[in-house]
């Protein structure tokens, strides 16, 4: 089996290189990788490598994630983000490919307090959110074989994330205010990969199974206590951590105003996933708390 995997060095792409290297023949492109053109600023150009490749399988973990720039950069993160997994939908169904593809919680507008399906209503409240509803509208329509899994509050023990981000300004300062009226499930990138990497090989013995999914870790938190969990492992793991934090305070998102308007309620049911490919999804803490020790 050939996989092409775009958009390798992000969270999820770079844990992707590892989970699909046991699948077949992994060709892995970047940002801008030399001999292929992996830019999605350039579909014409992600059509060409489509071609010369000739993949049985295509991951798309490329996107324009930056949410706030999003807004004032629409039409770039609409190219990203929407016309060129288009394109790849387009490519992928005259090849007979599968395209497997990731989207986001960003697609609901959060009102509400219960997990939501993957029937319930969209109404993104951002241009992210509204480019990423577009692609998986176009990989629908495509008729290409397909996987979209929808997913939330993605980290990574490579790069920068919000633990790493909570940690830093613990050592700086007496006092953090985070957020504590947005829920959701920390979702780790590790676990996404590994998730994608047996959806492919179920969905390939069992093509019933294809279409869009909810993939977030178990259980749900607010920023806030996602902030207080990290700080209290932290200091379980290295007690000579000099933490100078005295107080965590939650504060409203009205509190921190971007340009961007975030759900409030991202939780996202994820039976559908679970029953279908035969997976429990571990609780959120265990993923955090694993990447801590990586870091730390
Ligand atoms: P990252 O931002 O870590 O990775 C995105 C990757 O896309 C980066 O490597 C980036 O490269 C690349 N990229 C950006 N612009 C282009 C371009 N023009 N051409 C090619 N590649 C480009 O995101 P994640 O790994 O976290 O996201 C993976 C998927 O999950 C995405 O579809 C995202 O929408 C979705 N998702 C993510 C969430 C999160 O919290 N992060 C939440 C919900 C869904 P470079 O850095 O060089 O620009």
New binding site residues.
């Given amino acids: 089996m050939k996989i092409l995997l775009?958009?390798s060095?992000?969270?999820?792409?770079w844990e992707l290189q590892r989970s699909l290297s046991v699948l077949g023949d992994l060709v892995a492109l970047?940002?801008s990788t030399a001999e292929y053109c992996?830019?999605?600023?350039n579909p014409e150009g992600i059509a060409r490598t489509v071609r010369a490749l000739h993949p049985d399988v295509i991951v798309n973990?490329?996107?324009?994630?930056a949410v706030d720039k999003a807004e004032s950069e629409t039409e770039l993160a609409r190219l990203?983000n929407a016309i060129t997994p288009g394109v790849l939908a387009r490519e992928s169904k005259k090849l007979g490919a599968l395209l497997v593809h990731?989207?986001?919680?960003?697609v609901f507008d959060g009102s509400g307090d219960a997990p939501r399906n993957e029937q319930a209503p969209v109404a993104p409240l951002s241009v992210y959110g509204q480019t990423?509803l577009e692609a998986e509208q176009l990989i629908q329509s495509s008729g290409c074989r397909h996987l979209i899994f929808r997913?939330?509050?993605?980290y990574a023990a490579r790069?920068g994330n919000f633990a790493k981000t909570m940690l830093r300004l613990a050592q700086e300062r007496e006092q953090l205010t985070v957020i504590n009226d947005q829920f959701g499930a920390p979702t780790g990138?590790d676990m996404l990969a590994d998730v994608t990497a047996h959806a492919i090989v179920h969905a390939q013995q069992h093509p019933e199974s294809l279409g869009l999914y909810h993939c977030v870790a178990g259980g749900e938190t607010t920023w806030h206590a996602y902030a207080q969990f990290v700080l209290d492992t932290a200091k379980q793991l290295q007690p000579e951590l000099a933490l100078k934090v005295q107080t965590v305070a939650p504060v409203a998102t009205s509190a921190f105003p971007t340009p961007a308007k975030r759900p409030q309620n991202s939780r996202l049911n994820t039976r559908k996933l679970q029953t279908n490919f035969g997976l429990q999804l571990p609780h959120w803490q265990h993923g955090v708390a694993r990447m801590l020790q990586e870091i730390l």
């Fill in positions: 775009l958009g060095d992000g969270q999820v792409g970047g940002h992996g830019d999605f600023a973990a490329a996107a324009h994630t990203i990731y989207s986001t919680d960003y990423k997913t939330s509050w993605v790069g990138a």
